[in-house]
Nanobody, 126 residues
Framework: QVQLVESGGSTVQTGGALRLSCAAS????????VGWVRQAPGKEHELVAA????????YYQDSVKGRFTISRDNGNNTVSLQMNSLKPKDTAVYYC???????????????????WGQGTQVIVSS
């Protein structure tokens, strides 16, 4: 399994932007599909964005479409989540998650991922 470390979380005002990064080590990152999963206080994990192992297919939860962009750099073993036009409802701990993929598909359910980072806190103030 790969080890994942997120960074970039912070407190921002409504309408602001943040870029989260996920650095992978200890495995062949380019063989893994990756997702960004968030958990708000008192709520379940929800996938906000996912990307396939070569970066050609992406998925976004409806609530973040047009605002968030997921990308990856397999040469540097990193995945990023650019978050624009942030809203208070985006407040959550954001996790990077990875899972080996035999094909070029993506995983849209948080339970599909078995490698997780420690999370990074995003707070959007109104």
């Amino acid at each position: 399994q790969v080890q994942l470390v997120e960074s970039g979380g912070s407190t921002v005002q409504t309408g602001g932007a943040l870029r989260l990064s996920c650095a992978a080590s200890g495995g062949t990152f380019s063989l893994h599909a990756v997702g960004w999963v968030r958990q708000a206080p008192g709520k379940e994990h929800e996938l906000v964005a996912a990307i396939n192992k070569i970066g050609t297919i992406t998925y976004y939860q409806d609530s973040v479409k047009g605002r968030f962009t997921i990308s990856r750099d397999n040469g540097n073993n990193t995945v990023s989540l650019q978050m624009n036009s942030l809203k208070p409802k985006d407040t959550a701990v954001y996790y990077c998650a990875a899972e080996p993929a035999d094909n070029l598909g993506i995983y849209i359910y948080p339970t599909s991922y078995h490698s997780w980072g420690q999370g990074t806190q995003v707070i959007v103030s109104s």
